[in-house]
């Protein structure tokens, strides 16, 4: 098991992307060009203007269209930052504005200034609009987070298949999937298919033999038996009672185990943890989410692969990914205050030590 992040190396091919947990704002800033008039070449440019609050904010929720700028969402939100505050154990003191587009601008900033360094939206569901808290959680320290399986190819039978269980039982556990069901992998496939003609001859077999491995062979095969076969009912007892023949199977005994942690209908998934918080429904690049940067692969030596990675790669350019956040909704009913807790942290470092190992 191997981050894709380390190939790059050995194939000399860059890495263009690096997660960073940032604050929305610093994650989604242009660069800045001061068009300022510092010697009032343009006097016009020096008056204020103040900032007026839109009457309304129109969107489409499962066929219906709301204004979200009314005085029922103002209301809602007031009762909310204000119960929030009594939490915080702070007076909130609220300006209404002369609108209720202001008043609604105004409680936000007045919320925003008494949470720290959490972060604050305004989000519209169904036909209001609530707060949501949300701050970034620590990524691992590799670009994509893949695990190959091919790995376990080379495996005793019984070793193989308590990993083929663990993959099973973790990758459900987790909400991660394999290249059988990714549709990036699909597209990847059928164009390799369309340019086969047009591939250099020392790269066609490879490029074929590939092809028919995920389409129906020996790739495909595997992620199926991952995706649908369990092996062991007790999985902590399997790996319990296996004895490792030497160092390299003790290590990966001793990550299973360890692993185990992440596994389970009373654990939280990784992709629980996937939020948006610069969604917009009218944007040109959509980010690239997390199912594609934790997933089951079978070789992250093909052209498969590279190709996943380089598509990955580009969009990444263009956009941003969804790292791992928790966010919480609040509501004129909320007893309680936003807290982290360190799940994904563990995660990474977890696919961190099982990577080196693999790697």
């Not at 979200?68 to 209404?96: F, M, Q």
């Not at 020996?218 to 023949?245: E, G, H, T, V, W």
């Not at 590279?306 to 969804?322: F, Q």
Request: proline share 4%; charged share 30%.
């Amino acid at each position: 098991m191997q981050a894709v992040g380390s190939i790059s190396k050995r194939k000399t091919r860059r890495v263009y992307h690096k997660p960073v947990t940032m604050e929305c704002a610093k994650r989604s800033e242009q660069e800045k060009t001061d068009y300022g008039a510092q010697w009032c070449r343009n006097s016009f440019l020096k008056t204020v203007f103040v900032p007026i609050a839109p009457a309304h904010i129109t969107r489409d929720w499962m066929g219906e269209r709301y204004n979200y700028v009314t005085r029922e969402n103002y209301d809602y939100l007031v009762r909310t930052a204000i119960r929030y505050a009594s939490l915080l154990g702070v007076e909130l003191k609220h300006n209404p504005g002369s609108s209720i587009g202001e008043g609604i601008s105004n409680i936000y900033d007045e919320l925003d200034n008494i949470i720290g360094e959490i972060n604050l939206n305004i989000e519209p569901y169904e036909d209001k609009l609530q707060f949501v808290l949300w701050k970034y959680h620590h990524w691992g320290d590799y670009t994509f987070y893949w695990l190959p399986v091919k790995f376990t190819e080379t495996l005793n039978p019984r070793l193989k298949k308590i990993a083929l269980s663990f993959i099973h039982q973790f990758m459900h556990s987790n909400g991660m999937i394999t290249t059988n069901k990714a549709s990036d992998v699909e597209w990847i496939l059928e164009w390799a298919e369309d340019s086969l003609n047009e591939t250099d001859p020392c790269d066609r077999k490879e490029y074929k033999r590939a092809i028919k491995s995920y389409q129906s062979g020996k790739a495909f095969n595997l992620m199926k038996r991952i995706d649908k076969k369990c092996y062991y009912r007790n999985l902590p007892l399997a790996i319990q009672r296996y004895a490792p023949n030497n160092e390299f199977e003790q290590q990966l005994i001793d990550i299973f185990r360890d692993g185990l942690r992440f596994i389970g209908k009373d654990k939280p998934s990784i992709m629980s943890y996937g939020y948006d918080p610069l969604e917009d429904e009218d944007r040109d690049y959509h980010p690239v989410d997390m199912e594609r940067m934790i997933r089951v692969v079978y070789d992250l030596d093909d052209f498969v692969s590279e190709w996943m990675m380089d598509w990955a790669n580009g969009e990444l350019r263009e956009s941003y990914d969804i790292s791992p956040a928790t966010q919480f909704v609040l509501s004129p009913d909320t007893d309680q205050i936003y807290s982290m807790d360190e799940y994904p942290e563990t995660f990474f470092k977890w696919f961190d030590r099982i990577c080196n190992l693999i790697g």
